[in-house]
């Protein structure tokens, strides 16, 4: 598991740019903890701990910042729900655990 590298990629991601690189390399720690608990064939632990890193990234930081939009109607405006940022590392995490043969249930995640 090369913990730099995907500290570095996730810090080039265009998505993460304004990121504290503290809470980047907190969150490769919490997602290292999540993915050495499952065996990954050669380098794919490196995209499995990307994918979840960002996931808890997008899900913490980037996804409550964007989560409600202001609408303007004529004279009127209303927030309402921005769901335009959808969080594909996490969908792409659970492809990546399933082309390996963990399903949620081996998993446990939901």
């Known amino acids: 598991m090369d913990e ?12 993460f740019k304004f ?11 919490d997602a290292k903890n999540i993915v050495s608990k499952y065996e990954w064939p050669g380098t794919s632990i490196n995209r499995a701990l990307y994918l979840y890193a960002c996931n808890l ?6 996804q409550p910042k964007n989560k409600f939009k202001t609408v303007k109607i004529e004279d009127a405006s209303y927030s309402r729900s ?4 959808k969080n594909h590392y996490w969908d792409d995490f659970l492809d990546l655990l399933n082309e390996f043969g963990y399903t949620n249930t081996v998993t446990g995640f939901c």
Not at 4 to 15: H, M
Not at 57 to 62: A, E, G, T
């Open 82 to 85: 921005d769901d335009a940022d």
């Open 4 to 15: 730099q590298n995907v500290i570095d990629r996730i810090t080039r991601n265009p998505q």
């Open 19 to 29: 990121v504290d690189p503290a809470d980047i390399i907190d969150a490769v720690a």
């Open 57 to 62: 990234l997008f899900k913490d930081l980037i």
